[in-house]
């Protein structure tokens, strides 16, 4: 079982050439030989049923030609063009002779043993012959399916050898590429894709641990400061306690929320999936947000009227309160949010357009990068742990959905949701 496991492709399929080329090379061999003797065995067995001379000469074929009258024929004329008709004693083949016939001996006489004998050897030969072509066949084609396999699978050895030594620390090995754009060249191809895929995953999780602890020990340090100011006092009093506290409440919500939210983000689970109004979630969403709106004096228009859909109600009330608090957010003071649908066949399309500070074109491209957040010196004054719209995505490849982003520096974002019916 070990030797098996252990057995190359390259042995394995040179194996089954070897099987094949030996069963038929064995099969046409035999056949031909076969076929031989009995042509052999055929000849000696008309030769010996031939009017034999028992009397005279042992094993010698006597052969008379005779006209067709059944007279032995010793010459003729053959006039006026008719051609004269040839038989012979042993059968009723004739043939046709054109020509006169000067003389024709009574019989021919021929010893058949010596031809009897060159018949049983020529057999032998071909026999052996045929014997040693075949083996010159199956070890030739062996051969030259080893080699050609060697040629043909060298590409395979060396991306074994190389995925044998990757590990994080060397993923930009990569498989050159054959010429030839072969099934060899569609594989080496896609497993230097793969590695592609690999490295930026590993990016992304080194980043993302990397934000997640910065995101997660920065309220954990303000807390820890404001405990510190508390035990360096003397005789600390109620307003000093009150502050603190409230600092220390205020950055352990933060912390439910990062936390919340990385469970959300991570997690596979859908729930329950029921029929849900977005006009009423959307009109919550906007109630709640009621003091930043007029802080910033923002004019809200919600435009959607009698949408549902069936899906999860938690879900869908994250996925629009992320981008609905973010419209508000990143706007400008006395800016304008307006949201709008259309229902389409299978899918009813949500859009929210806000004129506020916009991202960069450079930045499109990494905002559902976990922690990812637009220009800090833009958005410093802006509360937030870049954890939205990252987990508006997820959520939304959940559920079968989308969301697609347009935005430019200071002319506001326009955002597509395509959610599922």
Not at 31 to 48: F, P, V
Not at 92 to 100: A, G, M, W, Y
Not at 343 to 354: P, V
Not at 400 to 415: A, F, K, R, Y
């Amino acid at each position: 079982m070990k030797f098996k496991k252990n057995v190359t492709l390259k042995f394995k399929v040179t194996l089954l050439v070897l099987i094949i080329l030996v069963s038929v090379c064995t099969m046409l061999t035999y056949t031909s030989i076969y076929k031989n003797k009995g042509n052999t065995n055929l000849a000696i067995q008309m030769l010996e049923s031939s009017d034999i001379i028992e009397n005279n000469t042992q094993n010698e074929l006597r052969i008379e030609f005779n006209d067709d009258q059944k007279e032995v024929i010793l010459e003729d004329e053959n006039k006026n063009d008719q051609n004269t008709s040839i038989y012979s004693i042993t059968n009723d083949t004739s043939i046709e002779v054109k020509e006169p016939i000067t003389e024709i001996t009574s019989y021919i006489k021929v010893n058949i043993e010596p031809v009897k004998t060159t018949l049983a050897v020529s057999q032998d030969n071909f026999k052996n012959m045929q014997i040693m072509f075949m083996v010159v066949a199956v070890s030739l084609g062996s051969i030259i399916t080893y080699l050609i396999l060697s040629k043909f699978l060298n590409p395979l050895t060396k991306m074994a050898n190389i995925i044998e030594n990757i590990n994080h620390n060397n993923l930009d090995e990569e498989i050159v590429l054959p010429k030839s754009k072969d099934e060899i060249y569609k594989l080496s191809k896609s497993f230097n894709d793969m590695l592609l895929r690999i490295k930026k995953s590993f990016e992304m999780e080194k980043n993302f641990s990397a934000s997640a602890s910065h995101e997660l020990k920065t309220p954990l340090s303000i807390m820890k400061s404001s405990i510190q100011v508390l035990k360096l006092s003397d005789n600390p009093t109620i307003e000093e306690y009150e502050e603190n506290i409230e600092v220390i409440e205020e950055n352990i919500e933060k912390l439910i929320d990062i936390v919340n939210s990385l469970l959300l983000l991570t997690s596979s689970d859908t729930g329950l999936f029921e029929k849900i109004n977005i006009k009423d979630v959307t009109d919550k969403i906007i109630l709640d947000y009621k003091n930043d709106l007029n802080s910033k004096n923002i004019n809200i228009v919600n435009n959607i009227q009698g949408c549902n859909i069936n899906s999860n109600k938690s879900l869908i009330n994250c996925v629009f309160e992320n981008i609905i608090s973010n419209a508000i957010k990143y706007n400008k003071p006395y800016g304008r949010i307006d949201i709008d649908f259309k229902d389409e066949k299978d899918y009813i399309k949500f859009t929210i357009k806000d004129t506020g500070i916009g991202i960069s074109k450079d930045n499109l491209q990494n905002i559902f990068n976990p922690f990812f957040r637009e220009d800090i010196s833009r958005s410093k004054d802006i509360n937030g742990n870049g954890l939205g719209l990252s987990l508006v995505k997820n959520i939304l490849e959940k559920i079968n959905g989308n969301i697609l982003i347009e935005s430019e520096n200071d002319l506001g974002t326009e955002v597509l949701l395509i959610l599922k019916k």
